[in-house]
């Protein structure tokens, strides 16, 4: 067994032994002590290994094929003419994207200054005044407090919905150019994908199934190198596209990435006693779009399967010195798998099935195997960007429907700034849940602080139910994603 920078064996009574040390990098963690004719990991010091970094629930550690990162690749690179480069906005130690964390302690470092703090997408306006340190903490204070970024896009001259009203707290959006707080996506795991972005709008071509890794990824490949034009000319104000070779290094360099949880500070190593966490196992997730697909859109796929989370099952009676915390997690997973949800108002779910009420599970949206992501393109509306939601530093949009006259009001209309269509406002995509607890908040506008406000928002959503004892054992598999 492979685990944080060691080959790893059990000595004869349980203990990992150390068979060879391999890596260097600062992670607070571990120190090797004798014990009889084995060694145990004990106490915090540093054990050097540049892949694995760590947060406030463990270790987080990234797989690439080539063992380290490579920081000569245009990833690295700034590109453009404002200082930033792919690396601004994802970060390795916070799972590849950012965290308000982060970001603010770059803020202190800085005064400001840091390539992240930039105008065009960084200030809650591009108009902002960013001439002192006390405007800049207000100019950039979605980013600071909530980790996130703004998007412009307009309302489509042909979509099926005008603008009525805009209640922006910072002055600034219009139908030409709503004002849109997003989440920074991680640009890791990639391999899992079935659309690029949120909103889906990089998503050059539909993925079809199947796109078996190593077979066909020619839509993805297309659809990130597009995300990393547009990223190059928007986000890092880049005067020219960057060129062939620069796309092809960046795309290559974020394919080749897997990252998870591999350590939780209760229950320790993640891929210990036959449990199948970190990015190393990851790496070899069989994936291909349409695999598991809860609508069963292809009838020549293998028909969906809710228990499609099975990483911690041998977890269950653990014998370990961390028995109550992993049989936690494992009780988790069982949840996730099979505690009933009546899933109700859904769009994109309900609708597409012509179901008022669809007897679900968590996998029935986070459907990939040891993934957690949906395995077809399935933009969803949750009732997330619902004005009933909205917080007060949120924009507030009134849209009206140009055909009934049917009024809508919303945070963010999602994909439906992409494709006209009333049906879908509020829709986005949901996320790869591997290495979640590095990079809060959760959901597209970070509504949700820690996973356990993810697990809240779920509960009532669907009048679940859960026990506090259910929700504690759904926190610690989540965790340990």
């Avoid at 947060?55 to 380290?68: A, E, Q």
């Avoid at 009933?388 to 009001?409: H, I, K």
Wanted: charged share 20%; glycine share 10%; aromatic share 8%.
């Amino acid at each position: 067994m492979r685990s944080q920078g060691a080959w790893w064996r059990r000595g004869r009574h349980g203990a990992l032994i150390a068979v060879g040390l391999a890596w260097c990098g600062a992670i607070p963690g571990v120190v090797l002590a004798q014990v009889g004719t084995s060694e145990m990991l004990v106490s915090a010091q540093t054990l050097d290994d540049p892949m694995t970094t760590d947060n406030p629930f463990g270790w987080l550690r990234t797989f690439s094929p080539g063992g380290s990162i490579d920081t000569s690749n245009a990833f690295f690179q700034a590109l453009g003419t404002n200082g930033r480069s792919c690396n601004t906005c994802h970060r390795q130690e916070e799972a590849w994207s950012i965290t308000p964390a982060g970001v603010r302690t770059r803020f202190e470092a800085t005064a400001g200054t840091d390539p992240i703090f930039r105008r065009n997408d960084g200030s809650n306006s591009p108009l902002a005044d960013v001439s002192t340190l006390e405007k800049r903490r207000h100019a950039y204070s979605m980013l600071l407090n909530r980790g996130l970024i703004r998007v412009g896009i307009g309302v489509p001259a042909t979509a099926e919905f005008t603008l009525d009203s805009v209640d922006d707290p910072y002055g600034f959006a219009s139908a030409a150019e709503l004002s849109l707080f997003r989440r920074p996506l991680p640009s890791t795991n990639l391999a899992f994908l079935t659309g690029v972005m949120w909103d889906a709008r990089e998503t050059v071509a539909p993925f079809l199934p199947p796109m078996d890794a190593g077979v066909s990824q020619a839509n993805l490949v297309a659809s990130l190198r597009h995300q990393v034009l547009d990223a190059t000319l928007g986000h890092a104000q880049a005067a020219a596209a960057p060129s062939e070779d620069q796309i092809n290094q960046i795309v290559a360099f974020e394919l080749g990435l897997t990252t998870a949880q591999i350590r939780d500070n209760r229950a320790g190593l993640l891929n210990d006693d036959d449990a199948m966490g970190g990015p190393r196992i990851l790496a070899s997730q069989r994936f291909h779009v349409g695999i598991n697909d809860t609508l069963g859109a292809d009838p020549t796929l293998a028909a969906f399967n809710p228990g499609s989370m099975s990483l911690f099952a041998a977890w269950n009676g653990s014998a370990s010195a961390s028995r109550e915390e992993r049989e936690s997690v494992a009780r988790g997973e069982v949840l996730f798998n099979t505690r009933p949800i009546a899933i109700t108002s859904v769009g994109g779910l309900n609708d597409a099935l012509d179901m008022p009420v669809i007897a679900g599970t968590c996998t029935t949206c986070h459907n990939a195997p040891n993934v957690g992501n949906h395995t077809v393109a399935l933009p969803l509306d949750l009732g997330l960007t619902d004005a009933s939601r909205r917080s007060p530093d949120m924009p507030l949009y009134t849209l009206r429907n140009r055909e009934t006259g049917a009024v809508r009001q919303t945070t963010d209309p999602g994909r439906a700034l992409l494709t006209g269509r009333w049906k879908d406002i509020g829709k986005f995509k949901g996320p790869i849940l591997r290495g979640a607890v590095a990079h809060p908040p959760y959901f597209h506008n970070g509504s949700a602080a820690r996973l356990e406000d993810v697990i809240d928002f779920y509960d009532t959503r669907f009048a679940i139910g859960l026990t506090t004892p259910e929700k504690r054992d759904l926190v610690a598999f989540l965790r340990a994603l």
